[in-house]
């Protein structure tokens, strides 16, 4: 790593375009013995893991959760936050063989990374207890061996909101138990995939108390601005009732951050040489020095784009097999085969997309190059955060495109070192939202209260269950309101579901289609990726190229009824790009101000975005060879 810093700071070439450079200190941990309250089983866990003592946050975050308050932790990168709920987990399984936890994580990929730890954590232990992941790709066998036996499972928001909380009566052992519900990485529920959590997570409150359980949500996440505030909204408790755990007693290793601008192309249009060229010549350096990386590209495409020529330019040094890819579209097995190359060592280099900026263990890497700004300060140093986590010096390099943000940062570098983390918002009194939730909720439970009396003018005042965000009377207009629809019947005072369908399954967390396309090679029918509905329409329209570990493949035949697409491996000069045409539309203005020059608007309205066609860019070059 010297040998590259000294080459930043020496050649004049790379020196010019280095806008800023930051370099941030170590700090010592700050160390307390384990709180008393832990006990045998815990401690035991802790010295096979050669643990003495804990980090200060982690002691505070386990005292908090063993006196029975709902817990937030919002501290670095790599500062030991799992083990603030792993530990007051482990107590609850020792104290109470009935105890059950469940841990929900934001994506599949990262609930099968922590499986592993956690069944290490319960064997030193000295626990029998298995833990399994419960998701899409589970076998019908084990899923009926986690309800059966599992005191603790690990899970994502989709398989919880569409797969175990209508069926919570065959989970009912499970859920008589549940003593704490864990949800990792906070920061990532925000906007309209956030307010689908906190109905998620009230939905699973309300399903705890069904069975008799009222069980505490220990949080983490990344720094963001109002950690206390998001997770007592997504916990659906007041903020006296959360303990925020924000000062971290973990050690931090030296850190440099260069902000690097590339040469100008065109003064008058402010054009710059490709950001993904430049990040791919420094990440093509630290290769060289056998410096472990990772790279952030932009989108999928620019992904492969950039493993294809760094493989050209640095392959020789450990072998194509130690630069890899890391997407979405990756099939699993894909994907947790470079988990465990990069836990073990066996790869040097990792191109991804924000797919590994969540907390996935991806061992020791010592430097990170961002190929443009990944849109806020806090995906920023969550990206940043991924090196140096054995504690030695690492270093960051963010390469700047020609966008005017991009460029703004390089211009004012302490609108990003200076600046605080952005808070996350969400909505979850949005209509929209929390109809469809509500459907889900009668579904799975009926409710109780009272009715509005003989009178419609004057109806009586509802008393009885709320649903999340609305009041008694709210609660009871909405369910009338279904109701009126036929799908929902009104007996007793009780508010059953009648409908035909089943509505979890209609109601996509994550405002996507839930069917994903599935990619196969023609040549010997085998499924090489798949891809999610809205991006298969730019990059598995027929003629595409599409790129697939730095290999391309051509789209012979898009079928839409069966959700596949045909391709075949071939070997051109460029790849394609899809042209879009977009409209914003208002359908209706809910009220305007003068703002600026112009004026700002709240209101709704309609995006539509098509396809029109193609472009054919050259490799290397990235010359236009023509359009389709």
Not at 151 to 177: E, K
Request: with cysteine; hydrophobic share 40%; charged share 20%.
């Amino acid at each position: 790593m010297d040998a590259v810093l000294a080459a930043f700071q020496e050649q004049g070439k790379l020196r010019r375009c280095i806008a800023a450079e930051r370099r941030f200190g170590e700090a010592e941990a700050v160390l307390r013995p384990p709180p008393p309250a832990l006990g045998a089983g815990a401690r035991q866990a802790l010295a096979a893991l050669g643990i003495s003592e804990l980090y200060s946050h982690q002691v505070e975050a386990i005292e908090a959760a063993l006196a029975g308050r709902h817990v937030v932790i919002a501290t670095p990168t790599a500062s030991g936050k799992s083990l603030c709920f792993h530990l007051p987990v482990l107590e609850a399984l020792a104290r109470n063989p009935a105890a059950t936890a469940l841990y929900v994580y934001p994506t599949k990929a990262l609930s099968r990374d922590q499986e592993h730890s956690l069944l290490g954590l319960l064997g030193n232990a000295g626990l029998a207890s298995p833990a399994m992941v419960v998701d899409g790709d589970t076998p019908g066998d084990a899923r009926r061996a986690a309800r059966e036996r599992c005191r603790v499972v690990l899970t994502n928001p989709d398989m919880l909101h569409a797969g175990i909380l209508p069926s919570h009566a065959r989970w009912a052992s499970f859920f008589q138990g549940l003593e704490y519900v864990i949800v990792d990485e906070l920061h990532t529920y925000r906007g309209v995939f956030g307010s689908h959590m906190a109905h998620v997570l009230a939905r699973l409150r309300r399903i705890a108390r069904f069975h008799g359980r009222d069980p505490q949500i220990l949080g983490a996440t990344a720094t963001i601005g109002n950690p206390l505030a998001h997770a007592a909204r997504l916990y659906g408790v007041p903020e006296d009732a959360v303990t925020l755990v924000d000062r971290s007693g973990a050690p931090r290793a030296a850190r440099e951050v260069y902000i690097y601008n590339p040469p100008v192309v065109n003064e008058e249009l402010g054009v710059r040489e490709s950001s993904l060229k430049h990040a791919v010549s420094i990440a093509a350096e630290l290769v060289r020095a056998r410096v472990p990386t990772i790279v952030f590209g932009p989108s999928r495409n620019s992904v492969e784009v950039m493993l294809k020529y760094l493989r050209a330019r640095a392959g020789d040094v450990a072998g194509a097999g130690a630069i890899m890819g890391y997407r979405g579209g990756y099939l699993p097995e894909t994907r947790r085969r470079v988990e465990a190359g990069l836990r073990n060592g066996e790869i040097l280099c990792v191109v991804a997309t924000n797919a590994l900026e969540l907390g996935i263990d991806i061992g020791d890497l010592d430097a990170v190059v961002c190929a443009g700004y990944p849109g806020s300060v806090a995906a920023t140093w969550q990206r940043f955060g991924r090196a140096g986590r054995r504690g030695t010096r690492s270093i960051a390099v963010l390469v700047c495109s020609s966008s005017a943000l991009d460029q703004y940062l390089a211009r004012d570098p302490d609108a990003l070192f200076a600046a605080s983390p952005e808070e996350a918002r969400i909505d979850p009194t949005n209509v929209e939202v929390s109809i469809q939730h509500l459907k889900c909720a009668v579904f799975e439970a009926p409710f109780q209260l009272t009715a509005a009396g003989p009178l419609p003018a004057r109806p009586a005042p509802a008393v009885g269950e709320n649903h999340f965000g609305l009041d008694a009377n709210a609660t009871r207009d909405a369910l009338e309101y279904l109701a009126g629809h036929g799908l929902v019947h009104a007996s007793a005072g009780r508010y059953h579901w009648v409908g035909e369908a089943f509505p979890a399954s209609s109601v996509s967390l994550r405002n996507i289609g839930w069917d994903n396309f599935v990619i196969i090679d023609v040549e010997n029918g085998r499924s090489i990726a798949e891809l999610d509905y809205r991006a298969t329409h730019t990059m598995l329209h027929e003629q595409a190229i599409y790129q697939h570990d730095a290999e391309q493949y051509q789209v012979e035949r898009l079928d839409f009824e069966n959700h596949k697409a045909f391709v075949r491996k071939v070997e051109p000069d460029y790849f394609t790009t899809a042209l879009t045409y977009r409209t914003v539309s208002v359908i209706e203005e809910a009220s305007t101000r003068p703002f600026g020059a112009g004026h700002i608007g709240l209101g709704d309205v309609k995006v539509l975005e098509r396809v029109t066609g193609y472009k054919k860019i050259k490799f290397f070059t990235h010359e236009n060879a023509g359009y389709g």
